[in-house]
T-cell receptor, first 112, second 107 residues
C-alpha cells in the first residue's frame, strides 16, 4: 500500500498570501488529521476529518481551514499568511477501527 | 484537558547503550502511541499501546494505564535511533502530544 502523500513538500510564500496544502491518505483510511509543528513547540493539533465531516478542531484562528473529499483526500488552507505560520505541516491518516496514525513526510512552509 | 509530559527532554548516549524514555499523562486515555521523528522530519509510528507490553526488535514499550504512564525502552542503541521520540495519548478523535525526547546516539 502506498503511504500518506503530502504535496507540495516545500512552499515559500509572502505575508498576506494564502496557501493550500494537500494530503492523500493511505487507501482505505477515512480519518485524516492535520498538525502544525514549529521548533520548540511540538505538534499542535489543527483538525480531524472523517467521512468529509470535521469531527474535532484545535485552538487555531479561523484563517486555518480544511476540508475532506469523498475519496478521503484532504486539503488545508491558510489565508492571510503571517510570519508565524512558517512551520512543518503534517498530515496523518488512520484506519476506521483504531486511531493509529500514519504520517506523511510533511509540507515545509516558509512565510517571508 | 489531558496533559502529556515526557522525560528526559534530551538524552545523549554512546552507541550500544540502553535507554528508557518516560511518558506521563494527567488523565485516563484509551489511546497511547509512541512515534520516532527522524532528522528529516518523518514521523514513524512505533507502538500503539494503550496498555500492556509490546516488543519490536530492539524497541519495547510498556503502558501502565492505572498509573497513567508509559515507558519506551531502546536497547543496544544505533546512530540511526537518533531523533525525537514523541508519545501521544487521548481518544479515537484526538491525540494530545508530549514535547518529545531528543535522543542523540554518538558513534
Amino acid at each position: 500500500k502506498a503511504g500518506v502523500t503530502q504535496t507540495p513538500r516545500y512552499l515559500i510564500k509572502t505575508r498576506g498570501q494564502q496557501v493550500t496544502l494537500s494530503c492523500s491518505p493511505i487507501s482505505g483510511h477515512r480519518s485524516v488529521s492535520w498538525y502544525q509543528q514549529t521548533p520548540g513547540q511540538g505538534l499542535q493539533f489543527l483538525f480531524e476529518y472523517f467521512s468529509e465531516t470535521q469531527r474535532n478542531k484545535g485552538n487555531f484562528p479561523g484563517r486555518f481551514s480544511g476540508r475532506q473529499f469523498s475519496n478521503s483526500r484532504s486539503e488545508m488552507n491558510v489565508s492571510t499568511l503571517e510570519l508565524g505560520d512558517s512551520a512543518l505541516y503534517l498530515c496523518a491518516s488512520s484506519p476506521i477501527a483504531k486511531n493509529i496514525q500514519y504520517f506523511g513526510a510533511g509540507t515545509r512552509l516558509s512565510v517571508l | 484537558g489531558i496533559q502529556v509530559e515526557q522525560s528526559p527532554p534530551d538524552l545523549i548516549l554512546q552507541e550500544g547503550a540502553n535507554s528508557t524514555l518516560r511518558c506521563n499523562f494527567s488523565d485516563s486515555v484509551n489511546n497511547l502511541q509512541w512515534f520516532h521523528q527522524n532528522p528529516w522530519g518523518q514521523l514513524i509510528n512505533l507502538f500503539y499501546i494503550p496498555s500492556g507490553t509490546k516488543q519490536n526488535g530492539r524497541l519495547s514499550a510498556t503502558t501502565v494505564a492505572t498509573e497513567r504512564y508509559s515507558l519506551l525502552y531502546i536497547s543496544s542503541s544505533q546512530t540511526t535511533d537518533s531523533g525525537v521520540y514523541f508519545c501521544a495519548g487521548g481518544s479515537n478523535y484526538q491525540l494530545i502530544w508530549g514535547a518529545g525526547t531528543k535522543l542523540i546516539i554518538k558513534p
